[in-house]
């Protein structure tokens, strides 16, 4: 029986009787708000900690987030210039591509003058030199001097050009109306 009581007592087992349960109600109670005071308190003290914790974390955040920016900003240049890099490209080829069609379509129109024998712009420069070296020739030997022979042959060539212009309007016209004929 003593050893019953002292295992009773180690493991912390009390015999209850009906007067003690009366008197325990009270102590329950009391354990009852001791615990909730020590909740509220580990509360505040969880509180208190996160107060002193938070300004490390938010500036330890801020760091990493500086760190991150630099990253962010790098790979948004590097993406800049890769898009800027294929644009230039891209606009390489397409001016190429009109160059070509400008090309085309210039040696087309030559073509298409020539059997129509518009004279070109070499050709009526020439034909200009000549007409002022026998403009100068002929002034000389019949004696009336022609005052600016220059400007007398830009005056003509000046009267030839909507003639030509004309004559070109109509070689295109009949060059185009015998392509959609023969398409």
Do not use: C, H
């Not at 034909?127 to 002034?139: C, F």
């Not at 003639?163 to 398409?183: I, L, N, Q």
């Amino acid at each position: 029986m003593t050893v019953k009581k002292t295992l009773n007592k180690k493991a912390g087992v009390k015999k209850t009787t009906a007067k003690k349960t009366t008197t325990k109600k009270p102590n329950l109670a009391g354990n009852i708000m001791e615990s909730a005071n020590e909740i509220w308190l580990a509360g505040l003290g969880a509180f208190a900690k996160a107060q002193q914790e938070g300004v490390k974390i938010f500036n330890k955040l801020v760091d990493e987030g500086k760190g991150l920016e630099k990253v962010i900003k790098k790979s948004s240049q590097n993406a800049t210039k890769e898009v800027k890099s294929k644009v230039s490209q891209v606009k390489g080829k397409a001016s190429q591509g009109w160059d070509k069609l400008e090309n085309i379509f210039e040696n087309r129109v030559a073509k298409t003058l020539q059997k129509l024998d518009v004279p070109t712009s070499e050709e009526i420069t020439a034909l200009l030199k000549k007409v002022e070296l026998l403009a100068t020739e002929v002034s000389k030997l019949t004696g009336n001097y022609v005052a600016d022979v220059k400007d007398a042959t830009k005056k003509a060539v000046a009267e030839a050009k909507p003639a030509v212009k004309k004559v070109a309007k109509k070689a295109t016209k009949k060059v185009s109306t015998k392509v959609t004929k023969e398409s």
